[in-house]
């Protein structure tokens, strides 16, 4: 995979994640804007999955105690949000996996 690929895929990853969390896409900057590398776009998605999921549990939590402030719609939403990302994170996970054996698999 190309450097120009990986970036293009790692702009879509953080468009749909800021899509996902209900987040303006202007309100976010792009990796060339903020000069980020990769691993630490990596690391910041990783942060944003695990806070999704976190937020999902908690609300089901609430849910479950009977809080009449919080509604099954909204918790089944951030809960399939929270999958949907997850699953996006084990894909790219994969797909790193991949990239490195293709990597170690070159000859010199």
């Known amino acids: ?11 879509q990853m953080q468009a749909l994640s800021t899509q996902a ?17 990769f691993a630490g776009e990596l690391q910041a998605s ?3 999955i695990n806070q999704m999921q976190q937020t999902a549990n908690q609300q089901a939590m609430s849910f479950q105690a009977g ?3 919080v509604a099954l719609n909204d ?3 951030d809960m399939q949000k929270a999958s949907v ?7 790219v996970r994969n797909r790193l996996v991949t990239a ?3 990597i170690m698999g070159l000859q010199v």
């Open 21 to 37: 969390s209900g987040q303006a896409a202007a309100s976010q900057p792009s990796l060339n804007e903020t000069g980020g590398s």
């Open 85 to 91: 990302s997850f699953d996006m994170g084990v894909q």
């Open 67 to 69: 809080d009449p402030n």
């Open 75 to 77: 918790v089944m939403i």
């Open 1 to 11: 995979m190309s450097a120009p690929a990986i970036q293009a895929a790692l702009q």
């Open 100 to 102: 490195y054996k293709e």
């Open 46 to 48: 990783l942060g944003r």
